[in-house]
C-alpha cells in the first residue's frame, strides 16, 4: 500500500482532479472529514462578514478572533470558523484578512476545506506518472539560475554528471515558496521588485507529519481521528477503506509550535517518542510499529518547508501578486499562488492550467510581434 509522507488527500467534492481521474479510470475512496459545520453554521457567518469591516492587513485571526468573540455564541461560531487555519498555523501568525477572504470563497463555493476529502488508494505518484504521459521530463536536475535574453529563456542547471543548460521561449516556474525565498534560484534580470515582495511577504509552514506502519489491524477506535497528549497531539487511520488489514498505516500531525518544538529533537528521539506515545494511546505498550518515518520538508533543499502560508502584515492579493507573470516569457504556478484552495494538490493543479493559458495568451502577443 502507497505510504504518503508529503499529500495525501484529494480535498473537496469541487476538486478540478477529481474528473479527470475518474475518466483516466482512477478508483478514489471517501476519507476522513475533518470539518463537518454545524446547521447553524453558514447562515451565521454570512451575517459574521456581512457585519464586519475588513480588517487591517496587519491584524492576526488571534486578534480578530479577541475582538469579536464578545459572548458564547459569538466565540462558539469564530473557534468553529478559523479551525481550518488553527489545524495549519497558530492563530496568532495568521492574517485575518486572508482567513476572511478565504471564508468567503468557501461560502461562495458552498463547501468548506474539511467537509470532503477523498483517497487515492494507488497513491499521488500515479496521478503524477499519468499527468506526465507523453511529456519529455528530466528529474535529478537543481536549477540555479534563469536569464531572460534575446528571443527567451536560458536555463542552468545542475546534474548528477555536471552543468546543464537548457533554452526556451517561455517557462512556468512552479518550484515550492520556500525555494524561491531561500534565493536558490537566481534571476538575471532581477525579478521586479513586487515580485520579489511578494516571495518574501510570505512564509512556508512548519508542518510535521509522521507515518508509522503496524503489523495487524491495531486501530480500535470508532473515529479515524484521535487527539492525544503529548505529541504529536493529532492521530489518524491512514489505511484506506478496502486496504487488506495484515498491517495498518498510522498518521501523526503536528503543527504550528507544536511542530517545531518537535523539531527541535534530534530525528531518532523525536519518532522514538512518538512511537511510545501512539504505542500507549492504542493500549499496547509493547507492540511497536514495524517502520517508523517521516520526511523533514524544511530540511529538503528541493522544497525548504511544506505548504505556503500567509502572515498578518501580507497584503490581501499576496498570491495574485505572486502568480502574476513576468512579461511575456515567465509564469508562476505552484500551490502558492492559488487563487482558491491553496495549500491543496487541486489548487497546485487549478494554478498550471491558469499559468497554460497565460503562456498560450502571452505566445500569440510574441508570434505577432514577431511578424
Known sequence: MPVEL?????????????????AAGFEERRGVSSHLPSE???????????????????????????????????????EEAFGAQRGREELRRTSATDAMHELELELADDEFMGEHNFRLPAGWGTVVDHLAQGL????????????IEAGGIV?????????????????IVTVPLG????????????LPAEKSAAIQAMTTLDILKLVFVFDGDV???????????????????STWDGAPRDETVIVGW???????????EPPEVMTARAAASLSAMLGRPDHPPRTATFHSWGADPFTRGSYSHVPPGAPRDIRDRLA???????????????????????????????AAAEVLDARSRLVEAAS
Open 324 to 354: 502574476m507573470p513576468t512579461g511575456d516569457r515567465i509564469f508562476w504556478a505552484g500551490e502558492a499562488t492559488a487563487a482558491f484552495r491553496s495549500r491543496t494538490v487541486g489548487g497546485a493543479y487549478a494554478s498550471g492550467a491558469r
Open 179 to 190: 525555494v524561491l525565498k531561500n534565493g536558490d534560484i537566481q534571476f538575471t534580470p532581477a
Open 155 to 171: 536555463v542552468e542547471a545542475v546534474g548528477e554528471n555536471g552543468p546543464l543548460q537548457y533554452r526556451a521561449e517561455q517557462l
Open 40 to 78: 447553524s453554521f453558514r447562515p451565521r457567518l454570512e451575517s459574521f462578514l456581512a457585519a464586519s469591516c475588513t480588517p487591517e492587513e496587519s491584524i492576526s485571526v488571534e486578534a480578530l478572533v479577541q475582538r469579536h468573540a464578545t459572548d458564547a455564541p459569538a466565540a462558539q461560531l469564530l
Open 219 to 237: 486501530w480500535t477506535f470508532d473515529s479515524p481521528v484521535q487527539q492525544t497528549r503529548p505529541s504529536p497531539s493529532t492521530w489518524w487511520h
Open 254 to 264: 503536528a503543527v504550528g509550535d507544536e511542530a517545531r518544538r518537535m523539531l527541535q
Open 136 to 147: 519529455h521530463c528530466e528529474t535529478g536536475r537543481r536549477v540555479e539560475h534563469i536569464g
Open 6 to 22: 508529503g499529500a495525501e488527500f484529494m480535498h473537496t467534492a469541487a476538486n478540478p482532479l477529481r474528473p479527470v481521474l475518474r
